[in-house]
């Protein structure tokens, strides 16, 4: 069965420090992957998105992610952390169905 | 570009009524897909349409419903509210069922 993973629910991080959130997933065939954030009572903004080629996409708010098949990783990563990147981080497959399985979620606190 | 709309933003019902919310997708977007966010679930596929023929189900009951109309709004529906329908129902539009974009939800709870 189809299946997106994030191995971790709640993440700590200093205001400044970098940051990577971890997401594995599990198709038959590579889906399309993407990034989302949620901020309390909000829906959810695109932050990036994987189709093919380049394995490192760029996506805004300096948010960056990196595709390795032989991992079956889409790991969200970002060099320096704001306090307004508190949120929760979802990561989400699809394969092109209009039906996106999202992971369970990561909620970031960044500490000042 | 106008965004993702919805309405209701916030809903209160009875057990055993029925809600009807709705969604207005991104102009040009002929794709709207629904979403169930529970604090227990997680996020989870309700229904995906696509000019106005429902292209994909997930696994809810029959309870729940939905439609598209010519212009690509939709509408869901659900009957015989239980309580475990108390949920944030978010509504996502695409051009044609790649990258979505999310509306704020629709905040339903059943009492």
């Known amino acids: 069965a189809q299946s997106v993973t994030q191995p971790d629910i709640h993440i700590t991080v200093s205001e400044g420090a970098s940051l990577e959130l971890r997401c594995n997933y599990s198709y038959g065939a590579t889906p399309y992957l993407f990034w989302y954030v949620q901020s309390p009572g909000q829906g959810l903004q695109l932050l990036l998105k994987y189709f093919s080629g380049d394995t490192l996409v760029q996506g805004i708010k300096g948010f960056e992610a990196e595709f390795k098949r032989s991992q079956s990783s889409f790991n969200l990563r970002k060099p320096s952390v704001h306090w307004s990147d508190a949120a929760e981080y979802f990561c989400?497959?699809?394969?092109?169905?209009?039906?996106?399985?999202f992971g369970q979620g990561t909620t970031l606190q960044v500490k000042p | 570009k106008a965004g993702v709309t919805q309405t209701p933003r916030y809903l209160i019902k009875t057990r055993g009524q029925q809600v009807t919310l709705s969604c207005s997708p991104i102009?040009?977007?002929?794709?709207v897909s629904w979403y169930q966010q529970t604090p227990g679930q997680g996020l989870q596929f309700l229904f995906e349409?696509?000019?106005?023929?429902?292209?994909n189900k997930g696994n809810f009951p029959g309870r729940f419903s939905g439609r598209q109309f010519s212009n690509s709004r939709s509408e869901m529906n659900v009957s015989t509210l239980e309580l475990g329908d108390s949920a944030l129902y978010l509504c996502?539009?695409?051009?044609?069922?790649?990258?979505?974009?999310f509306g704020p939800g629709t905040r339903l709870t059943v009492t």
């Open positions: 102009s040009g977007h002929r794709s």
């Open positions: 996502a539009s695409s051009y044609k069922g790649e990258e979505q974009y």
């Open positions: 989400a497959g699809s394969s092109n169905t209009g039906k996106l399985i």
């Open positions: 349409y696509f000019s106005e023929t429902q292209r």
